[in-house]
C-alpha cells in the first residue's frame, strides 16, 4: 500500500508562505507612509493654529486697548501660580481667558452703573439745596411783606382817630338796617325833592 506520487519536475514549488509576508510588508510600508504623511499635516495644522491663536490674542489685546484706554490690561491667570481671583472650590472658573474677561467686564460694567448713580445722586443733592434754598428766601420775602403789612395797618389804626368824623346815630346802625331802609330813603329822597321844586 505504499504508493509514491510522482511529480514532475515542471511543476512550481508552493511559495504560499512567501507571497503573503511580501504582502503584508508592503501592505505595512504604505500604512507607515500614511501614518507619516498624516502625523506631518497634524504638526502643521498645528502650527498653523498657533500662529492663527497668537494672532487673534494679540487683535484681541488691541481691542481691549481701543474699548477701555484708562483701564490697565487684564491680568491672565495660568493654572500654575495662585491667583488672588481664584476661589477655594474643585471648580477654577478664571482659570480660562474667556471667563476671566468676562468677570473683569461685570466688574468694569457695575462701576460704571455706580459711578452714574453716584452722579444722579449727586445732581439730585444738589436740586433739593437749590429748592431748599429758594423756599427760604421765598419765606423771608414773605415775612418782610407780613410785617410791613402789620406796620402799614399800625399805621391806619394810629391815624384813623384823626381822620374820623363824628359818629351819626346812622352810621352806627348795623349794615342790615342800613340795606333795608336804604330804598325808602333814596325815594324820599326823589319825591321830597320835586315837593320842595
Do not use: C
Not at 466688574?107 to 445732581?123: C, F, P, S, T, V
Amino acid at each position: 500500500m505504499d504508493t509514491f506520487a510522482s511529480f514532475s519536475s515542471s511543476a512550481p514549488a508552493p511559495k504560499a508562505a512567501n507571497p503573503s509576508a511580501e504582502a503584508w510588508a508592503v501592505t505595512i510600508n504604505e500604512e507607515r507612509l500614511r501614518l507619516q504623511e498624516d502625523q506631518d499635516a497634524l504638526r502643521e495644522r498645528e502650527e498653523n493654529l498657533r500662529e492663527y491663536e497668537a494672532r487673534l490674542r494679540s487683535l484681541q489685546a488691541e481691542i481691549e486697548a481701543d474699548r477701555v484706554p484708562s483701564a490697565a490690561p487684564l491680568p491672565m491667570v495660568s493654572r500654575s501660580t495662585p491667583s488672588l481671583f481664584q476661589r477655594p472650590s474643585s471648580r477654577e472658573p478664571f482659570t480660562d481667558g474667556a471667563n476671566l474677561y468676562s468677570a473683569w467686564e461685570k466688574l468694569h460694567r457695575a462701576r460704571e452703573i455706580l459711578e452714574a448713580e453716584q452722579k444722579n445722586l449727586r445732581d439730585d443733592r444738589i436740586t433739593l439745596r437749590e429748592h431748599e434754598a429758594m423756599i427760604k428766601h421765598r419765606e423771608a420775602v414773605l415775612t418782610d411783606r407780613e410785617a410791613q403789612l402789620t406796620e402799614r395797618e399800625a399805621l391806619l389804626i394810629n391815624a384813623a382817630p384823626l381822620i374820623a368824623a363824628p359818629v351819626d346815630e346812622e352810621i352806627e346802625q348795623s349794615a342790615v338796617s342800613r340795606l333795608s331802609r336804604m330804598p325808602f330813603q333814596v325815594a324820599r329822597s326823589v319825591f321830597g325833592g320835586r315837593k320842595a321844586g
